[in-house]
């Protein structure tokens, strides 16, 4: 049954009781939510739930410490009434609880929680995977590591800095190509265990990221014409990271960007057979510090007056207008979606945009208005577009923006 979570003071939690959660008995609700094995944690639907909260409790990873003092995130004295309208029909959040899998949802606007619920028996203390939305944090350090000189320019070549990719596809690509999915190589991403991404995934978690890239050796199209999804260009990026600045993700990632933006919990990176973080997924986290991620992305890089993320770098990642038209949002079509510097863009005049994860996983970001809405789930499919919930998720989001005054600008 679902669980609405009202912090009280001393970090007390006091839970109101609602109506049962969708599939909560085949998400494992009488078993106690099981978190399966290495081998089943991804595909098996029945594990879903717990696995994607203790994924650090089944494979080798890394952590990133917590803040000395979390960033404030206060909360407004009444939670909003937030409706959307879906398939011709006005719709509440509890609607939305009520229709899909959702294991977490948290709604901001200026830095103030206005709405943070949770499903399945979860709550703020389970670290949720982030599945892809790790891709726009590695882009982050991409963006901070070429602020500090580190990486001289994006139109490096990823063999530049690791040396071992000379020769190979995805080591004669560009840092910016690379960011964009835009290598070209040939490479297959279905999420049914068949695919390029399960072949790649097998080889880097036995004998790393390096082995892994150099599996791959076909250019079907000349770098940066086309954008094409592939999670292993980001594994490439994370190696260029890692030689960059001679550190692990983690050690980087967390000096810079986790305890500077104020994390109130240690989040934690799953490692491959090398040691090296699985950058295209596979981070974990509480959901009020994937919040705080948000606020700082909304905030454009900067915490009170001083700046984490390189501005300039962060309105090149998620500004769909400095694009390409080849990574520009699309102009009809369930996912009219742009391709940044690992971020997704959205449609309208106005710079909104997302980080996104299979099953569900989501933060949207609005910086003119400084709403952030961080949307954790356990969907059915990996690509929620096939099922419901990612064209009502994005209902939900433009009615979150029209709920709190400000109505979304139709492309």
Known sequence: MR????????????????????????????????IGTRATWYFDETVRVGASTHLDTLLPHHTLAKAATPSALPRAA?????AYRFRGERRTLNDYLDGQRLTALLVIRDGEILVE????????RHRFVSHSMAKSIVSLGIGIALADGSIRSLDDKARDYVPALAGNVYGETTLRN????????KFSEEYDGRDDLSKFARMQATKGTIAGLRLFGEREVPQGERFHYASIETSALGAVLHAATAKSLSEFLGER??????????ATWIIGG????????????????????GVLLANDGARDG??????????????????????????????????????WTLRGAERRFALLGVFGQAIFVDPARKIVMVHLAAAKNARVGVESMGAERMALWEGVLASLGESAPRP
């Open 3 to 34: 669980r609405h979570f009202i912090p009280a003071a001393c970090a007390l939690f006091v839970a109101t009781v609602a109506g049962a959660a969708p599939d909560e008995e085949l998400l494992g609700k009488s078993r106690g939510y099981p």
């Open 274 to 293: 090398d040691g090296l973080e699985r950058a295209a997924g596979n981070f974990n986290a509480v959901l009020r510090d994937y919040g705080r991620l």
């Open 78 to 82: 009444t939670e909003p009434a937030i």
């Open 117 to 124: 619920r949770y499903q399945y028996d979860r709550n703020d």
């Open 257 to 266: 960007l986790w305890r500077p933006m104020g994390a109130e919990a240690d």
């Open 306 to 343: 001083r700046q984490i993320v390189p501005k300039d770098y962060l309105l090149e990642a998620t500004d769909w207008h400095r694009h390409p038209a080849a990574f520009a949002p699309k102009d009809a079509g369930p996912r009219a979606l742009g391709y940044g510097y690992q971020f």
């Open 178 to 185: 690379l960011l964009r999915m835009a290598s070209g190589v």
